[in-house]
């Protein structure tokens, strides 16, 4: 617990910051400096990449005695906390929301992979975009996504996990966008709506992991102090906290007082928060986004679409496992084995190299929400398998970049053939570790892959339930399918006669700073696992990775003692089982291999069958595995055509109603402008114009008394005298 | 006597003179309708002035009328030339020119 | 009626009038009321005959038998000085100047209007007499003695012409009046003097 010392949480908080850095200056220098400043932020990833791996050697690997690896900033002292909303840590009867950094085993494992994984890929772009024309503009956004990732890692509370999940949902959206701001990029227009669709579907996982939040965040606190005001809790007044470690305790205390039953809204928040997984980490239904980013360039999505950002979604879940019920884990498997194997169906019908690897993707996402679903060792399976995952898929993208740069800029696998001997590092690397991913042993793939199986096969012969039993099945021939998928695509691209030959003859390997990170990442690829293990190959426990990810060692509070987690949901797995069903992992993984590969042999490599015969057999079943099973037509029917229409319903609205209603009122005005206008110029003008009109009748009839004639004044003159004198007299 | 019937004299003369300014179209009997005016006035004059305290200032009043009379009488006469120049008639309704 | 008709009917009237009051004049009063009958009588239809009468020049000599007739009455007021004034200048001069523009104007003949005098006497008539009513009623503010207490009546010239001079009394206005009369002759002249554009252009040298 906390071997940490400021130093080195300083060198922690280096790890965001450089890149962060590097991106400011990038964005408004970056033009000007000689090579666009890559060399700029490769120095500064090369210097990230070298903090994460000398903390993770030296202090998660170095680590030793009973107590768990778990190190939290904002609990040091002199430890780097920020401080939202007041100075000192807490002011009394308000919250204040404090952050900092925790450095626990999974946060140095993802650490360090990110680091490294960013690094090559940083370095691979500098070869595979050179020439581009906002080539600098695309190193700025690549090093602020690391920034991101690498915030998401190190963050202790949940709230800041969510904003660097934002960051990055944003982030992938402008790189996957990068052509749609290039005017001369023939793929222009697929570009934007790749980079849009990816970010709005992302978007519906974030609202959900939004909601997730949120309800954690009001209704822990209060139903553990009316937990604490019944008694059945001992403790003191808690106040409403983002960090996870509170939620973990609170949680924690909550179940236990209802003797390991949820409580129902927990279940529904654990469901919103893994919706923000499903968003992320493209499971089913989200998926949609994934294969439409590979309109991004490659190093893109090799970075995002390997490594970080999908790996986001499962460290998420990772971190929030323990507030799950056991019905949401339910459905966390479901959909996971589900994924895995809907998406690796599809991946054996598509032609696009990039593509292929896209649902492989999705496919090995769906394994690993599946893994960390069934709980217990399945955890560690499942963040294992992201490790490998990260390092194997990283290094297959950017081989299939390499060779799509090789064949200047074609991607479909119809048109390649026999580039073996044309890019023999690319092929080598690719190579490697396609047989990572099919789970071959002693690559490190095999490792994770069988591990997850193995979870699977425990967790069913524990509890047979519905979820586990549908993995059971499903994995299984998603493991055989991937094989299958990843060996057609080595077949059709390396092997056989070219069917293209213009692009045969034009095929070329790529310069060294592309096929140096082909060798890093391969080369991790196939030794990633060993690494990770101490010990026997073959076995399964008692390696460091799985004391460093263990769940007890994860989830122990930092108020001191150990947090008895047995009653949440974690399955007590007995020696005899663990052993039982490591054995039939094992079995099932080479066999599925076997099988995979052999099929892929048969139909590709040795072309003994046809592949349009057997197209053609299935039929209809083929075009709807082809077609993605319509999910993109389903989706842009209902929610897009539905969203649509409530926008053109409001706008209708807007322009009539409202828009009619400021008319009216201007239209009311003006009546009331010209009503007043005609009183003011017959009323009242009338009024005057009558006075001034009398005025002058009554002087024209007046006037005809002055006739000029002396002897009728005399004559007025004298009436009037009489007048006045017969008044006088008679009054 | 009685003062009154001298009043009553002096009174039917000066309605007489009113009636010959106002009812005879030529100029100069306007002249004249004032003379008879002017005598009316006279008359009163004196006749109080008799039956009264006795003094002089009745009849001195008088005098001064006849006076002023007589200078009125000729720059009336020059007026009325000078009418009739201008406007070549007799007739006082035709020298109408400040009617409006 | 014709004009013989109605002249011969006015004359008549008037002479009719005239001895009318003059007897009754006498048998009230006595010889001053026959006296004063006769000139009042005298001076109403002298007026009466200036409206009357047709002819200008005719109406003008009417007048001088107003203005005799009022010299009459001043006479019997005990005015000597007055009336030989009033005669001096009235008839001698006053009526003179009628006559003078009488002469300057052409003549106009018939130029009345019978209504129009009769309607006029009416009103103007009707409006005095209520007038004449009020004064009536009024005398008694007149500061007018009975009959018995009247002072008698001496020549007029020595008081008249000692109050015109004496400094006391009428100094000033006779002085005024003199040159009043003075500046009207002046102006008469000047009102009636004859313009340049009156001549003729060959008298015009």
Redesign the interface.
Same mark, same amino acid.
């Given at each position: 617990m906390n071997t940490l010392t400021p130093n080195d949480y300083l060198l922690l908080l280096a790890v965001p910051l450089i890149p962060l850095l590097g991106y400011v200056v990038q964005i408004f220098f970056g033009r000007n400096l000689p090579r666009k400043g890559d060399w700029m932020l490769l120095g500064g990833m090369f210097i990230v990449m070298c903090i994460t791996v000398y903390m993770f050697f030296v202090h998660a690997m170095g680590h030793v005695g009973p107590a768990p690896f778990w190190n939290e900033s904002a609990m040091t002292a002199d430890g780097p906390v920020f401080r939202w909303l007041y100075n000192t840590s807490d002011v009394p009867g308000d919250q204040n929301l404090i952050a900092g950094i925790l450095y626990d085993g999974l946060a140095a494992a993802m650490l360090m992979v990110v680091g490294v994984v960013s690094f090559l890929v940083h370095l691979f772009s500098s070869g595979y975009m050179a020439g581009d024309r906002r080539y600098h503009i695309f190193f700025a956004n690549i090093s602020l996504f690391t920034f991101a990732m690498l915030g998401l890692i190190l963050s202790d509370n949940i709230l800041f996990l969510f904003v660097f999940w934002e960051l990055m949902g944003f982030m992938s959206y402008l790189l996957i966008g990068h052509f749609a701001q290039d005017p001369d990029s023939p793929r222009i227009k697929h570009a934007a709506a790749a980079c849009k669709k990816a970010f709005l579907t992302t978007r519906v996982g974030d609202t959900c992991l939004f909601f997730g939040m949120a309800m954690f965040y009001f209704l822990l606190p209060r139903e553990y102090n009316d937990l604490l005001a019944q008694g059945a809790i001992e403790g003191e007044r808690v106040i409403s906290s983002f960090r996870f470690v509170d939620l973990w305790t609170m949680g924690g205390q909550i179940v236990e007082a209802n003797n390991g039953e949820y409580p129902f809204w927990m279940s529904v928040a654990g469901l919103f928060t893994f919706g923000g997984t499903v968003g992320k980490s493209a499971q089913f239904p989200l998926h949609i986004w994934l294969p439409d980013a590979m309109e991004g360039p490659t190093p893109v999505s090799a970075m995002i679409h390997a490594a970080t950002m999908v790996a986001a979604g499962v460290s998420l879940l990772g971190r929030m496992f323990p507030m799950m019920s056991p019905e949401v884990l339910q459905i966390v498997i479901a959909v996971g084995a589900f994924t895995a194997l809907f998406a690796a169906t599809i991946g054996c019908t598509v032609n696009d190299i990039k593509g292929v690897l896209a649902y492989s993707t999705i496919s090995q996402l769906g394994f690993m929400v599946a893994a960390i679903g069934t709980g217990g060792l399945g955890i560690v399976a499942g963040l294992f398998h992201m490790v490998t995952h990260a390092f194997f898929k990283a290094c297959l993208f950017l081989s299939a970049g390499s060779v799509i740069h090789g064949c200047h800029h074609e991607q479909d696998m119809q048109k390649m053939g026999g580039l073996r001997k044309k890019m023999p590092i690319t092929f080598m690397c690719m190579l490697i570790c396609t047989l990572a991913i099919a789970g071959m042993p002693l690559f490190a793939g095999y490792y994770s892959k069988d591990r997850i199986i193995a979870s699977v096969i425990d967790s069913t012969l524990t509890q047979w339930r519905g979820a586990n039993v549908f993995a059971l099945v499903a994995l299984p021939l998603a493991a055989m399918l991937t094989t299958f998928y990843m060996f057609r695509l080595i077949f059709l691209t390396f092997f056989g006669e070219p069917r293209d030959q213009h692009i045969h003859d034009h095929a070329h390997e790529s310069p060294i700073p592309m096929t140096a990170a082909l060798i890093g990442l391969a080369f991790l690829g196939m030794f990633g696992g060993h690494f990770w293990l101490a010990g026997d190959p073959l076995s399964n426990n008692g390696t460091w990775f799985t004391n460093l990810v263990q769940w007890q060692t994860m989830y122990v509070t930092s108020r001191g003692g150990s947090l008895d987690l047995t009653s949440m949901n974690m399955i007590a797995v007995t020696e005899h089982t663990a052993h039982t069903g490591h054995v039939w992992a094992v079995g099932v993984s080479l066999s599925v291999l076997a099988l995979g590969f052999f099929a892929a042999l048969w139909v590709y490599g040795l072309k003994k069958l046809d592949p349009a015969r057997i197209t053609s057999k299935l039929g209809l079943v083929y075009e709807a595995v082809r077609d993605k099973y319509y999910v993109d037509e389903a989706v842009n029917g209902s929610v897009i055509r539905g969203t649509m229409g409530l926008a053109k319903g409001q706008k209708w609205i807007d322009e009539n109603i409202i828009d009619g209603t400021v008319l009216g009122v201007g239209r009311l005005g003006r009546g009331l402008g010209t009503l007043c206008a005609w009183i003011d110029k017959n009323i009242v003008d009338g009024a005057v114009n009558w006075v001034g009109n009398t005025t002058q009748a009554l002087g024209s009839v007046a006037?005809l008394l002055?006739?000029?004639? /002396?002897?009728q004044y005399?004559?007025f003159a004298?009436?009037g005298a009489?007048l006045l @004198? @017969?008044f006088h /007299?008679l009054t | 006597m009685g003062v009154e019937a001298y009043m009553g004299v002096a009174g039917v003369l000066f309605v007489l003179g !009113?009636v010959c *300014? *106002? #009812?005879r179209r030529n100029i100069l009997y !306007?002249l004249m309708g004032i003379e008879m005016i002017l005598n009316a006035a006279n008359i009163n004059f004196v006749a109080i002035n008799r039956f009264g305290n006795g003094g002089l200032e009745g009849r001195m009043f008088a005098i001064f009328v006849i006076i002023l009379a007589a200078a009125e009488a000729a720059i009336a006469l020059a007026i009325v030339l000078n009418v009739f120049h201008l406007f070549q008639s007799i007739r006082? #309704?035709d020298?109408?020119?400040?009617?409006? | 009626m014709s004009i013989l008709h109605q002249q011969r009917a006015f004359y008549g009237l008037l002479t009719l009038a005239i001895l009318t009051s003059v007897g009754y004049g006498l048998v009230s009063h006595g010889a001053e009321g026959m006296a004063f009958g006769f000139f009042s009588s005298f001076t109403i239809a002298g007026s009466l005959m200036c409206i009357w009468e047709r002819s200008v020049v005719r109406s003008a000599f009417s007048l001088m038998a107003t203005f005799m007739g009022v010299a009459g009455l001043f006479l019997l007021l005990g005015s000597d000085f007055l009336a030989m004034a009033q005669i001096l200048i009235y008839v001698g001069g006053i009526l003179a100047l009628i006559l003078f523009g009488v002469m300057l104007t052409p003549p106009d003949l018939g130029e009345r209007s019978l209504p129009r005098i009769g309607g006029?006497l009416v009103?103007?008539l009707g409006?005095?007499s209520?007038?004449w009513k009020?004064v009536m009623d009024a005398t008694e503010s007149l500061a007018v003695l009975p009959v018995e207490e009247l002072t008698p009546m001496t020549s007029q010239d020595q008081s008249v012409g000692l109050a015109f001079l004496h400094p006391e009394q009428y100094v000033v206005a006779f002085e005024l009046a003199a040159f009043l009369l003075t500046v009207a002759l002046v102006a008469a002249v000047y009102i009636a003097r004859r313009r340049t554009a009156d001549f003729e252009p060959e008298e015009a040298a």
């Open positions: 006037r002055q006739t000029g004639r /002396i002897q005399v004559s004298v009436g009489l @004198a @017969a /007299i | !009113v *300014i *106002i #009812s !306007v006082p #309704s020298a109408d020119m400040l009617r409006d | 006029t009103f103007v409006g005095a209520l007038v009020h």
